[in-house]
């Protein structure tokens, strides 16, 4: 058969829709496997008598999709995935290769330019990313404007925001919206600049969100040292001489970073996306990220995974364990994932560093319920019926942990790579063809019709009415007992 469209050999690349309530036809256009939501506007009715005007029928048919479960909503070049079989690729490159010969810079390098980097390109990346480590000493203020007991996520989406406002060159606001849609050499390299800036403050503002909470004074970023092992000496350095972190754990992070430098479209970098598509300048995206990241459902299942162990306490439990997760009373943290059906594959390159780690850590004392639950689990038809396997944050926790990090940085341990992939995206989203759309979602109004305004003493109090829709009074810390005995104004608060 020849296409008509394409006159090439094969079956035809469109739908044919049939419009039941108009009995017309449409022909919707399928390209890379894909079909245009804006293409389901032609199709437009009569509203049906009676029908809620909200529903905008004669304007055309809406797409919903609520929580992008089938949405494309970039074109991308970066990262592959393929969930049934297991596939992660950066720039086409598989990440097992990327994980066993690449380092977490050239990997940066990868994601944002495209390929690999010859040795001079990597070299000018390099330096300007280790260089632009040093932040203004007034940003210290910032840090120590917190209270002790901070989240160190909280201190990392205020500093980025706040480092937007030392670079004026960089805020569309002031230097004109195409300011980084330009393409032209003076933008492009005003584009990188942020980049490096962005890249070489990760380490250095989440080493002092660690600082800070416990007193430490801010250490200036190293020279000479790679990008991990300088995070690790700014997290750790207290003035000794010559101090030098482990080679192992440096390396282990890098390979750590490797894999979670991007991972396509996941909820923190459609926000920087959704973000950006207002030109907002890159930090303000970047602090947007960190705050999707922050999420429970997203930068928190590492941390899960150890307060399961924890709960689990000992492998003799793991049984009984695994029985309250099919009755559903539990959830087995660190399985299961919406793209991936089968192994992460991340999971089994991070067990590898897993063993690296321990060898010089010692082993946690959790490894062995970890291990113990991943086998039963491997092997329960429960879990292999629902295609549940282990995903990267199953063992991360645990590396993590025996590197000693506090478990609420684990989430901060997981942004600084992925910035990475933020800027990718975002870079990819300001050069892409056509410029740059904002990004503004439809809605399917369900609510109230058009209504008159009520005076307040003609209003009805329902007392029968859904708690969700009244405000609750809530009980004021600050206000002690005495102030609550007090009179104010002659009248008592009693
Ligand atoms: C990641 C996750 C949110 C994906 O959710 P999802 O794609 O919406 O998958 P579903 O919730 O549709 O799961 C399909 C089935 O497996 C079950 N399931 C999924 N993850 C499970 C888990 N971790 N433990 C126990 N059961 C699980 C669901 O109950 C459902 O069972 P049912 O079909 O009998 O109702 C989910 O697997 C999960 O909560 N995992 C634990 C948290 C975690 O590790 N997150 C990090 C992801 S990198």
Known sequence: MVNAQTGLEGPRDDLTV????????????IKDNTVAAIDFKKIKAPSKPGERKENETERGLRVAD?????????????????GDNGVLRYRGYPIEELALHSNFLE????????SLPSRPNFKVFQREVMTHSIVHVD???????????????AILSSAFSALGSFYEEANPSLRGQNLFTKSDPASLANMDKQIYRIIGKATTFAAMAYRVRQGRPFVTPPTGLSYTASFLYQMDHLGQEDYVPSPTLAKALDILFILHADHELNASSTTVLQTGSSLVDPYSCMAAGIASLYGPLHGGANEAVIRMLISIGHPENVPAFLESVKKRERVLSGFGHRVYKTSDPRSFIIRKIADEVFKE???DELLKTAMVLHDLAMKDEYFTSRKLAPNVDFWSGLIYRAMGFPMDFFPVLFVVPRV?????????MMLQPGGVKIWRPRQVYVGETKRDYVPMEQRVDVETE???????????LGQSKR????????????
């Open 420 to 428: 990475v992939g933020w800027l990718a995206h975002w870079r990819q």
């Open 466 to 476: 859904e708690a969700k829709t009244r405000p609750f009074a809530v009980p004021h």
């Open 18 to 29: 049939i419009d039941n309530r108009t009995g017309k036809t449409y022909i919707v256009p």
């Open 107 to 114: 990997v940066a390098y990868l994601l944002i330019y495209g």
């Open 66 to 82: 609520k929580g992008f479960l089938n949405t494309a909503v970039i074109t991308s070049e970066i990262t592959y995935i393929d």
């Open 139 to 153: 940003a210290e203020g910032l840090f120590k404007s917190f209270r002790y007991d901070a989240h160190p996520m």
């Open 483 to 494: 102030t609550m005995l007090a009179k104010f104004k002659g009248k008592s608060r009693l």
């Open 361 to 363: 850590t010692g082993e």
